[in-house]
């Protein structure tokens, strides 16, 4: 009989996976709300967006810097005026919370999901703990985008999808599929729809099935798709008229699938980028036995029960991730943070595979993987102080050491559960990344608002700008100054005109790159930099006429 410490902590844990997901989630997060400022360059654009919808009244239309945004919906951020309207967080604090909030829900949706696919408690449990220990997720939990949200609403609708081909009335099942991939494309856009339906169809052709996609409940869930994104398509049409559509549908959809103008990738972008974002779960590759993969009496084996619906989970859950990252794969962009819904399968496969199920499945190897894990957290614990280094001005790194103790602990604890088993290892991992996220959250990354926020510009231009100075942009990111500035900013790429400015106005406050700056060839006389800051990869200047 099991009667360590660790056991009971678990026996514990796993009898409410729920409530420990959502207080492990609510320690890692509740403590950093508010503690730094946006960052560049999404943080800061997607708070004046925000700011724009609330003051100017554009919920339907986004805008950003006083014109219209197309590049995203607006689930989102209707998301965080609701989150706002119920918690007593106010700006910036409500980005954070937004992003912690969309970290539960997507944990939740994954553990729902795997108890879908047919898993106990003990794996659901699990299921949640390897998300919450996996680094990349971690950081993503702490900065403020819309894509957690968006993946779970793709989970969901992967739910409801397994839910209908299991069920004998599977109408209601398929039409809230269809609402959740409309919402979800409503939070970011088109893969929202794509990753489900890709996953129903190609788990319904292994499965010889596929006829049944014609039936009567898809037609309906198509109608209820297609009302949702009509509704807003409408809407948009009646605010901004057609131009807006075209940017959507053309620009922003079309050519970033076939021909991407921003982020474009070779095609293997993704089996770099996904090993690295799965650490420290990734070294678990090398702690399962890989040599069955090359038996043919293994692949007879899943051949021979390709029909059986005691393989419907497992088979489900492969299906969504191999399809998935073959899709991410075609796409002419890639960004690592489109990965996100391929967490759902992986950890449920992870946790599956840490307990095994008998001689057909041993699993994961605890010996191998705690010692890999170990090796991850020491390997990070030493790389960390040599952070500085590559910071190319002097921005001191505060709380390093902090982090860098917690870690190296952590890195000798998981060693020592080597022999202890998956309980004991997946909790020692949940400590450690729990009390690591303390310092590192509430003073290593403050202390990097410096190099990573362009707040201490954006609140010197809105210094000037309330003494009447005229705010004015050379070739920036657009809107990265804006929120922080408290005003839209006349952005241009053209010297001409930022020239014709600066001779027509008194006052000019201008920011521009400064390698663009040495570029200019007829500057002005007069113009003085009274400002520098090196924001992300890049100096800025700012300019003042008089």
């Not at 944990?107 to 659901?124: D, E, N, P, V, Y």
């Not at 269809?178 to 292994?206: E, N, S």
């Not at 006052?507 to 040495?518: A, S």
């Amino acid at each position: 009989m099991r009667n360590d410490f660790a056991s009971r902590v678990w026996d514990t844990m796993e009898r409410h996976p729920w409530i420990t997901l959502l207080l492990i989630m609510a320690i890692q997060s509740m403590f950093a709300l508010d503690y730094r400022s946006l960052w560049f360059s999404d943080e800061v654009r997607y708070a004046n967006v925000y700011q724009q919808m609330k003051d100017a009244g554009h919920w339907i239309v986004l805008y950003l810097n006083g014109v219209p945004y197309p590049d995203k919906p607006p689930v989102y951020f209707w998301f965080l005026s609701l989150l706002e309207a119920i918690t007593p967080v106010k700006e910036p604090g409500i980005f954070f919370l937004g992003s912690a909030a969309s970290a539960v829900i997507f944990i939740f949706s994954t553990m729902a999901f795997a108890r879908t696919l047919g898993c106990g408690k003990k794996i659901t449990l699990a299921t949640g703990l390897v998300l919450c220990t996996n680094l990349f997720l971690l950081g993503i939990a702490h900065y403020s985008r819309m894509d957690l949200l968006f993946a779970s609403f793709i989970i969901l609708a992967n739910i409801c999808f397994f839910k209908a081909f299991e069920a004998d009335k599977a109408c209601r099942w398929v039409v809230c599929a269809f609402a959740l991939m409309g919402f979800a494309t409503l939070t970011k856009g088109p893969l929202g729809l794509i990753f489900p339906l890709l996953t129903a169809a190609v788990f319904m052709l292994w499965k010889g099935r596929l006829k049944e996609l014609k039936n009567k409940a898809f037609l309906k869930g198509l109608a209820v798709l297609a009302a949702i994104l009509v509704a807003w398509i409408v809407g948009a049409l009646i605010t901004d008229g057609t131009a807006f559509i075209h940017n959507i549908f053309y620009k922003q959809i079309y050519q970033r699938a076939v021909s991407s103008f921003h982020h474009e990738e070779p095609f293997q972008y993704y089996f770099i980028a996904l090993p690295l974002a799965w650490l420290p779960w990734t070294t678990a590759i090398f702690a399962v036995p890989l040599r069955r993969l090359f038996r043919a009496e293994h692949w007879g084996e899943v051949l021979a029960n390709r029909k059986s619906r005691l393989t419907n989970g497992r088979d489900w859950a492969w299906i969504m991730f191999i399809s998935g990252f073959i899709l991410l794969s075609s796409l002419s962009i890639k960004v690592l943070i489109y990965i996100l819904p391929l967490f759902a399968p992986l950890s449920i496969l992870t946790a599956r595979g840490l307990f095994g199920d008998g001689n057909h499945n041993p699993g994961i190897n605890s010996k191998k993987i705690w010692t890999f894990v170990g090796g991850v957290y020491l390997l990070v614990a030493v790389a960390a102080p040599f952070a500085e280094v590559l910071i190319p001005f002097d921005v001191p790194i505060k709380g390093l050491g902090f982090t860098v103790l917690i870690l190296g602990l952590g890195g000798l604890a998981m060693l020592r559960c080597r022999t202890k088993g998956a309980r004991a290892g997946l909790l020692t991992m949940a400590l450690t990344m729990t009390i690591w996220i303390q310092p590192l959250a509430t003073i290593t990354l403050p202390s990097l608002d410096p190099l990573m926020s362009p707040r201490e510009t954006g609140e010197i231009m809105k210094g000037y700008n309330q003494k009447g100075y005229y705010p004015l942009a050379h070739k920036i990111y657009s809107g990265i100054f804006s929120y922080y500035a408290g005003t839209d900013i006349h952005e241009t790429s053209d010297y001409k005109e930022i020239e014709n400015i600066l001779k027509n106005k008194d006052k000019v406050v201008l920011v521009m790159q400064k390698k663009y700056y040495k570029k200019w060839e007829n500057k002005p006389e007069g113009i003085r930099v009274i400002h520098e800051q090196f924001i992300s990869d890049r100096p800025y200047l700012l300019i003042l006429n008089q």
